[in-house]
């Protein structure tokens, strides 16, 4: 029977595996997600071969066949999911996504659902967000090769934990560059001041977060690096002109 294309995301299912067997040639009605946790493996789809190790991510289209040849022990996880084309690009390819980031995160939270009695409006909006962030991290890497050896570096701090007390001084040492032609160029390539730039990341990831309907404002803000919610919801709302809590339902 077909799978009809949801308007939000739809996930099918989400598994673990473990072992060393090979995957024969075979397909899905939906997208599917194979994040490596542990070990490395090659993927044949498409007339693509595409190999991956811990900490990345196989992306492969819907109803294009494909195997898995392991090479030795590996352990990954799978999530299966419908999404229009605007929402998410399938073509086959490979994403890094450590394993300690909120991409990571979520898939393992969707295969723990997937055993759950829980209503799949629930997995809807936690595979959104996954959808989202995956589709950020697709972006940052096109604009971190574009840009300058320092500002990439400053941008990679930044980036590797927004909710960590930066200050000026830890990203002219990451870049190698003084404070004003750190944000001469930041202005120049970003179109503003690399302490502007971070809580403009900050408040994109809440965007992100608040997808997932299972975070709490308050544990949002804490993700992002405010510590107090109401200062997070005041940042919020100059910023995208609602609180959080009414930008989450306009967006459901």
């Known amino acids: 029977m077909a799978t009809t294309i949801a308007p939000v995301p739809a996930v099918i299912f989400a598994n673990r595996y473990q072992g060393s067997r090979n995957v024969v040639m075979h397909d899905h009605a939906g997208i599917e997600l194979v994040l490596v946790l542990r070990g490395h493996c090659r993927i044949h789809v498409g007339g693509q071969v595409l190999s991956a190790g811990a900490g990345e991510l196989f992306v492969l289209p819907a109803r294009v066949p ?6 030795g022990e590996v352990e990954t996880l799978y999530v299966e999911f419908t999404a229009p084309p605007r929402h998410f690009s399938e073509h086959p390819r490979v994403l890094p996504v450590p394993l300690g980031s909120w991409a990571a995160t979520w898939i393992k939270q969707l295969v723990a659902l997937d055993r759950e009695p829980v209503p799949p409006p629930v997995r809807s909006g936690l595979a959104l967000a996954l959808i989202a962030h995956l589709n950020h991290l697709e972006e940052r ?20 934990d927004l909710r960590a007390g930066l200050i000026v001084d830890d990203l002219t040492r990451a870049s190698g560059l003084s404070a004003s032609h750190l944000a001469a160029l930041f202005r120049r390539h970003l179109g503003c001041a690399p302490m502007a730039w971070l809580q403009q990341q900050r408040l994109e990831l809440a965007c992100r977060l608040l997808r997932n309907g299972s975070l709490s404002v308050a544990e949002v803000a804490a993700a992002c690096g405010y510590p107090d919610a109401n200062y997070f919801a005041r940042l919020f709302r100059q910023r995208h002109g609602s609180a959080p809590g ?7």
């Open 141 to 160: 890497n096109e604009i971190h090769r574009a840009l300058p050896q320092g500002v990439a570096a400053a941008v990679r701090l930044m980036e590797e």
């Open 246 to 252: 009414a930008w989450r339902r306009r967006k459901a």
């Open 66 to 71: 494909h195997d898995q040849q392991n090479h």
